[in-house]
């Protein structure tokens, strides 16, 4: 898949989103549902504030040793049997997943949890290669039998869809025949890939955090799959983040707890597996091999830029829940695999200007993603000096809006020209919304200019100030 995930340009994609009535309507319900469990959830747990400045401690201290970390975490990781393999680019973690599958003679593989995968383009390199690819949690298996559609979050991908859409898929895809009940719907989905997990040769995952300390690596999921994904074929590749690391189980203990508050508003998630190794002989199940492959693309340019607050995130998909341009035109309206203000922050960094840049136009700078980051990341901040960057450095806004921005700033800079200005302001009543105010006054309607303005006004008042202690005295 990679970054991007539409054809689209910006503008199209967001005409097509904004006219989905399901789709805003359920990322409404979502975001309504979720944003009150995790307050609830926060309210527990006690000083919200506090967690949060012990999370962003945690997370920044990793970023500022990440160095250290990295080679603490795979001189450990490797000790216990795992093998690891550092890859700079996504070329180079495909390369590097494909070359042990066919060591190892895999025709098929069972997924689970792992945006990584989808930010490298796995999935169509393996194919591509004649292997057969299988996603295992609920939501990412909707999307691939649905001709390969995109994730609309990063927590919830099949959120754009409803039950009756699913049980179109299913029919259309599968032979199902029951009615678009979720616990019929799931019923048959669990029948037809625990066939898979059998089947399969190699298990892919991705990594929430590693643990420096032992070399472990983690899986946050609220779906049984993952476990089974880990446990069940012989092989087992795990495809990290670099910075996805804290030093021991104690800083674990916290992010973890925030990650699980932040995404579903629950204490705890369903199932947290901790894999330190392939298994030993004494171990009942899991992989006879363990291949962990840590990924840069594009996070080092992230890393000594100033946006490296940015990489603190623990991908929890809060921001997009809070975030009110999210909630009218999803995670598609995007267009890249990290959607809300997460994507307007990194991605830019992270993919370049070029490509992406234009992507902070959507942000209304409300700054409510900011109140909300469980480890405190100025979203807000970032996207405003993306902006910053591409007006003044990079030259890549429209020449419509540099003239229009050139003309405002010469105009404000001259007393006479915004005396003037202010003075024919009132006159805009009687002139047709043009441009981007035309797009503006379609749900709204422009506010009413006064006839006097405010220096007049003021002006008024002082001069006849004289006059009123006069009458006083």
């Known amino acids: 898949m990679g970054i991007r995930t539409s054809e689209l340009s910006l503008d199209e994609r967001i005409e097509k989103e904004l006219g989905d009535g399901f789709m805003r309507q359920a990322i409404a319900r979502a975001q309504d549902l979720l944003n009150a469990k995790r307050n609830r959830a926060f309210e527990e747990l006690g000083d919200y504030e506090a967690w949060r400045k012990m999370a962003e401690a945690i997370r920044s201290h990793v970023l500022e040793n990440l160095d250290y970390y990295l080679d603490r975490f795979a001189t450990n990781a490797s000790e216990a049997g795992a093998r690891i393999t550092f890859a700079r680019t996504a070329e180079e973690a495909t390369d590097a997943a494909l070359r042990i599958l066919r060591e190892h003679g895999v025709e098929k593989v069972v997924k689970s949890k792992s945006m990584v995968t989808e930010e490298v383009g796995l999935n169509a390199a393996l194919e591509a290669a004649g292997i057969s690819v299988v996603e295992t949690d609920l939501g ?92 069940v074929p012989k092989l087992q590749l795990v495809f990290m983040g670099m910075e996805r690391i804290v030093p021991t189980f104690e800083e674990l203990d916290i ?46 340019r992230v890393l000594e830029s100033e946006f490296r607050d940015v990489l603190q995130c623990i991908r929890c998909g809060t921001c997009m829940m809070e975030c009110p341009a999210y909630r009218h035109i999803s995670g598609h309206g995007y267009g890249t695999l990290y959607p809300g203000p997460l994507g307007l922050a990194l991605v830019p960094v992270l993919a370049g200007y070029e490509g992406y840049g234009e992507l902070s136009r959507i942000c209304t700078l409300c700054s409510a993603c900011d109140d909300v980051c469980p480890v405190r990341i100025p979203l807000y901040e970032s996207i405003h000096r993306h902006r910053r960057i591409l007006a003044e450095e990079e030259k890549l806004t429209p020449l419509s809006e540099r003239i229009a921005m050139g003309l405002y700033g010469r105009m404000i800079a001259s007393p006479g020209a915004w005396n003037l200005a202010t003075k024919l302001a009132p006159l805009s009543r009687y002139a047709p919304a043009l441009g981007p105010i035309r797009e503006w006054t379609r749900e709204r309607e422009l506010p009413e200019i006064p006839n006097q303005r405010f220096r007049d006004w003021f002006r008024e008042e002082e001069e006849s100030e004289p006059e009123k202690e006069s009458s006083d005295d």
């Open 255 to 300: 992010v973890i707890s925030m990650l699980v508050r932040s995404a579903v508003g629950a204490r705890l998630t369903s199932y947290l597996s901790l894999s330190t190794g392939p298994a030993r002989a004494e171990d009942a199940d899991g992989p006879e091999a363990l291949h962990i492959i840590i990924v840069d693309n594009g996070r080092s």
């Open 140 to 231: 990412e298996y909707i999307l691939q039998i649905d001709d390969h559609d995109t994730p609309s979050h990063i927590v919830v991908p099949a959120l754009h869809k409803d039950r009756e859409r699913i049980r179109q898929v299913l029919a259309e895809k599968k032979g199902y025949t029951g009615d678009n009940d979720p616990e019929n719907i799931t019923r048959f989905v669990r029948g037809l890939i625990r066939r898979e997990f059998l089947e399969a040769d190699a298990g892919i995952t991705g990594c929430n955090f590693a643990v420096a300390e032992t070399g472990t690596v983690t899986l946050v999921t609220n779906e049984g799959n993952g476990r089974f994904v880990t446990t």
